[in-house]
């Protein structure tokens, strides 16, 4: 069953443009990860946000968590042509030993 | 360097041909999954592992099984492939539960039954 629900299914932005992808889930967690997957390849871990944690930076990546309103935002700040692929939230809900993903947003960067 | 390795990479096999799915990795990680991934369904969990000897179902285990004799290994095994069993198939393994850790992910297996 997915958790997450990712906003929008897909996104086309020109290089240097920022990238916003939001992700909205149902049940309490520990924390949210978000990843990226190149087509048809692994997904790659980009960052954790715990569930006491409201931002967190990696490089161009900012994630915000707002676990009142259960939601992450993925914002990847001037975007590469290399940016390009699937991006994926991810839930630990305590509920089993598993991560829950969503559906994902896919992102065209544009050069 | 820290990996998550699956064999093979793309696999197409006949109906009720047994076949099993290669997982290891170098990381010394206790917990070990497997999923597999459909367009419109996204990622969906099919069993898991806690450590050695350790496993457990996931969201959609049938047809499936899994053995955890070492660590650092976690086959997947399809007794009978079905057509409905066709998709591409992922590897992960991590520190623990998720914890405050991400998944480590293999590079997929595209699986075709025919």
């Known amino acids: 069953s997915q958790q997450g629900e990712e906003d929008p299914q897909a996104l086309s932005i020109q290089e240097g443009e920022n990238a916003t992808m939001n992700c909205s889930y149902k049940?309490?967690?520990?924390?949210l990860q978000w990843y990226r997957q190149n087509s048809g390849r692994g997904l790659v871990h980009l960052i954790l946000?715990?569930?006491?944690?409201r931002e967190k930076h990696s490089g161009r990546l900012r994630v915000t968590l707002d676990t009142s309103k259960k939601s992450s935002s993925l914002l990847i700040t001037a975007s590469r042509a290399a940016d390009t692929a699937s991006y994926f939230c991810a839930t630990d809900a305590f509920q089993g030993n598993k991560l829950v993903f969503g559906a994902g947003t896919i992102l065209r960067v544009k050069s | 360097e820290a990996q998550v390795t699956q064999n093979p990479r793309y696999l197409i096999t006949v109906t009720g041909k047994k076949l099993t799915v290669t997982c290891s990795q170098n990381?010394?990680?206790?917990?070990m999954s497997w999923y597999r991934q459909d367009p419109g369904l996204g990622l969906r969990q099919i069993y898991y592992?806690?450590?050695?000897?350790?496993?457990d179902k996931g969201d959609v285990p049938e047809g499936y099984k899994v053995s955890r004799k070492e660590k650092r290994n976690f086959p997947l095994i399809l007794e009978s492939p079905s057509p409905n069993q066709t998709s591409l198939y992922f590897c992960a393994s991590s520190f623990v539960r998720t914890g405050n850790y991400g998944y480590t992910f293999g590079s997929g297996t595209r699986l075709t039954v025919v």
């Open positions: 049940t309490s967690i520990n924390n």
């Open positions: 990381m010394n990680h206790e917990y």
């Open positions: 946000i715990r569930s006491n944690e």
């Open positions: 592992s806690m450590n050695v000897e350790v496993t």
